[in-house]
């Protein structure tokens, strides 16, 4: 689910978990050790496989499993959203296509975000499914976008083209397709040629106050959060919402 290379300095981490790297609790429990157990390295690239990043949380798995499922799944997918966001060395989101909802927040979470440039869409449509962010998803977008592009992006739930992407501040550059590992690797070598502790303290500083909003205010509004995610109406908005953009793919 994902593949580690590791070459000098850098640890490539590539999601690589069915045709969309759909967020499952397998591929975030994967993600999740992979952070916690990379080698000593001094910068990280994160992409995904194929045309598409992430194509955010299985919501089919969230049918499938009910409540039961839920439960353990939402604390788990704030978690990997804070360990990444809090990893103390820079890591660099290659962007290699389709970057949806839970697959959007990834690529926030990253220090320096690379975007391919493609047919790709970006977004963050959580409302139109009927589900609340996490809380550490909300205060990483809150600090990647400035507040009327995210209450735009939010409250449409649209996807946006990769210079609309650019524009809004889903992400730092774009980069022909062709490019895009050698520009990422070549930002993470420049990152990891830096001195360690400076830039950790720099990191640390720069995300300290979104990191104590998490470790505070997350616990109640997550667990308020959770509530809505199983509830009945939610499961049937998610249904809907399976069937209207699943089932125009099919036709």
Not at 47 to 69: H, K, M, P
Not at 132 to 137: E, F, I, Q
Request: include cysteine; charge should be negative.
């Amino acid at each position: 689910m994902i593949d580690s290379s590791l070459h000098e300095d850098v640890l490539t981490l590539r999601l690589n978990h069915g045709k969309a790297q759909v967020m499952d609790l397998e591929l975030l429990s994967a993600l999740s050790d992979a952070l916690d157990e990379r080698p000593e390295v001094r910068a990280i690239v994160l992409t995904g496989t194929g045309s598409i990043f992430s194509a955010g949380v299985d919501l089919r798995r969230i049918l499938q499993g009910g409540e039961a499922y839920v439960r353990e799944f939402l604390p788990l997918l704030d978690a990997v959203f804070s360990k990444l966001f809090g990893t103390p060395i820079p890591v660099i989101a290659a962007v290699n296509g389709h970057a949806i909802a839970g697959g959007c927040v990834l690529l926030q979470a990253c220090d320096l975000r690379i975007l391919a440039r493609s047919s790709a869409r970006l977004g963050v449509p959580e409302l139109l499914v009927g589900v609340p962010l996490p809380y550490a998803a909300l205060e990483i977008l809150r600090f990647q976008l400035p507040a009327g592009p995210l209450q735009a992006l939010l409250y449409s739930g649209a996807t946006v083209t990769a210079d609309r992407a650019l524009e809004l501040s889903l992400v730092d550059e774009l980069c022909p397709a062709e490019e895009l590992s050698y520009r990422a690797h070549t930002m993470a070598r420049t990152c990891a040629q830096m001195t360690s502790a400076a830039v950790q303290l720099t990191k640390a500083s720069l995300r300290r106050e979104s990191i104590e909003r998490i470790q505070n205010l997350g616990p109640d509004y997550n667990e308020t959060a959770l509530q809505q995610w199983f509830a009945p109406h939610t499961f049937a908005k998610i249904a809907a919402y399976l069937e209207r953009t699943l089932g125009a793919a099919r036709s």
